[in-house]
């Protein structure tokens, strides 16, 4: 069977560590995660003759990547493989998620024009098929070879990267505590080596790498005898409250705790008017509830942040930081380093 989009990937399921040798027997494949958009591509041979690239959710986005589709001249035909589509911004000398989403709404000239000042990079971790051969039952172990073997006698280079792999625990954790540290990386992927590929099936690990920091709560939802969950802020340099984010849905204790410190706030609120939506890119509006921005919370967030400072993941309330005053919590766009107090 030859493989054509729209193809469904398999996917990863959230994980706080890495889970027992029973959960996936055969031992453990560990792979860094990439911060970028999760992408088929499929070279010619069963496409029409055409080079296309298939986001998760099945478009094709080729024609706003011309790069990406040039480069594909050093693949062979009948190839597909799984992987994370990145941007690299050559100004600002890092992987940039924004100019992924700016590259991946543009097309024609401004695909073009794009292209030249953030390069596009895919980082392969899976082939699916090669020479119009599918390899989805074959195990991990087997299709990783396939791929290394493919990087090796092809000598792929840029845009083509090998994604890194390791079967030792002990490196992989060493990749969450230092690697992360690097723009667009953001934890490990966690793979059986006797895995067949399953498409649509969570079968997959993720664990991200997490860090505690400190943000100002600017509003909830909920009521505030019983708020449901927080919508965090900092100030920039200016003074002005900016939201960073929201909370998951506090634990009833947390919940409890939180509610004896809320105060209504007052017409004067920065926030009054504003709407926040209830997911990163979504148009869907939260019910807030504006409160006085005095309190301070600590927060654990993962490193998926934009470069103003937005979590582009809920993050969690650890516990509220009365010691601490709104003055000495990070400014907008400080990321998510600890704060000191």
């Avoid at 807030?288 to 103003?308: F, H, N």
């Amino acid at each position: 069977m030859v493989l054509t989009p729209p193809f469904e990937p398999m996917l990863a399921q959230a994980a706080e560590s890495v889970p027992g040798p029973g959960v996936l027997a055969g031992g453990l494949a560990l792979e860094q995660k990439f911060d970028g958009h999760r992408t088929i591509l499929f070279t010619p041979a069963g496409t029409g003759g055409r080079v296309l690239i298939q986001t998760r959710r099945g478009s094709l986005v080729q024609d706003r990547f011309p790069d990406l589709v040039a480069a594909a001249a050093q693949l062979p035909d009948g190839l597909v493989l799984d992987g994370e589509l990145v941007v690299w911004d050559t100004a600002a000398g890092r992987l940039s998620f924004e100019a992924l989403q700016r590259r991946a709404a543009a097309r024609g000239r401004s695909a073009a024009a794009l292209a030249a000042k953030t390069p596009a990079f895919f980082i392969a971790f899976d082939v699916l098929q090669q020479d119009g051969t599918e390899l989805l039952t074959r195990p991990y172990r087997e299709r990783r070879r396939i791929l290394e073997d493919l990087f090796d006698t092809r000598q792929l280079s840029a845009p083509w990267t090998l994604c890194p792999m390791t079967t030792d625990l002990a490196k992989a954790r060493e990749w969450l505590e230092t690697w992360t540290d690097v723009s667009g990386v953001e934890g490990i992927l966690v793979k059986g080596m006797n895995q067949r590929y399953l498409p649509g099936s969570r079968a997959w690990y993720k664990i991200r790498r997490r860090d505690t920091t400190e943000a100002i709560i600017g509003a909830i939802t909920g009521t505030l005898a019983r708020p449901q969950l927080l919508v965090l802020g900092r100030h920039d340099h200016h003074g002005r409250l900016r939201a960073v984010g929201r909370t998951v849905p506090l634990r009833p204790d947390a919940a409890q705790q939180v509610a004896e410190h809320l105060t209504a706030a007052g017409p004067e609120h920065p926030w009054t008017g504003v709407k926040f939506s209830s997911a990163w890119g979504s148009r869907e509006a939260l019910d807030a509830v504006l409160v006085r921005p005095d309190l301070v919370a600590e927060i654990s967030a993962d490193v998926a942040i934009d470069r103003g400072g937005v979590y582009r993941h809920p993050v969690r309330h650890v516990r509220l930081r009365l010691d601490v005053s709104v003055e000495d919590v990070p400014r907008f766009g400080g990321g998510s380093a600890a704060a000191t107090g």
